[in-house]
């Protein structure tokens, strides 16, 4: 499985940006995906993950009620909707697949897949 991310771009705090992700593979479809964000200097953070059938949905505490992971197995993509940015949400984010998801998954970044990421700049 190969994946890529695009939508990253500078945006004032209080904005919104839309994340895509786009998956190939022909097992692409059987995998969790999720994302995290890595900010210069720090560790990695898993933030969000959606399971294959859509039916598990997890957010972390510092994007909940703020971003919205959706999928699209037709199309074999996913995006990342975020709104009411912070400066503090400024990292590359990458989209990855995970086997099952949930908190624990996500928490200690349980990727088996996951491509290059998108710069998301969150300043005024």
């Known amino acids: 499985v190969q994946l890529q991310a695009s939508g990253g771009g500078l945006v004032q705090p209080g904005g919104s940006l839309r994340l895509s992700c786009a998956a190939s593979g022909s097992t692409a479809n059987n995998y969790a995906i999720g994302w995290f964000r890595q900010a210069p200097g720090k560790e990695r953070e898993g933030i969000v993950c959606?399971?294959?059938?859509?039916?598990?949905?997890y957010y972390a505490n510092s994007v909940k009620g703020r971003f919205t992971i959706s999928r699209d197995n037709a199309k074999n993509t996913a995006s990342l909707q975020m709104n009411n940015l912070k400066p503090e949400d400024t990292a590359v984010y990458h989209c990855?697949?995970?086997?099952?998801?949930?908190?624990?998954?996500?928490?200690?970044?349980?990727?088996?897949?996951w491509g290059q990421g998108t710069l998301v700049t969150v300043s005024s």
């Open positions: 959606i399971s294959h059938n859509e039916g598990s949905i």
């Open positions: 990855a697949t995970l086997e099952v998801c949930y908190s624990g998954s996500v928490r200690r970044g349980e990727y088996k897949h």
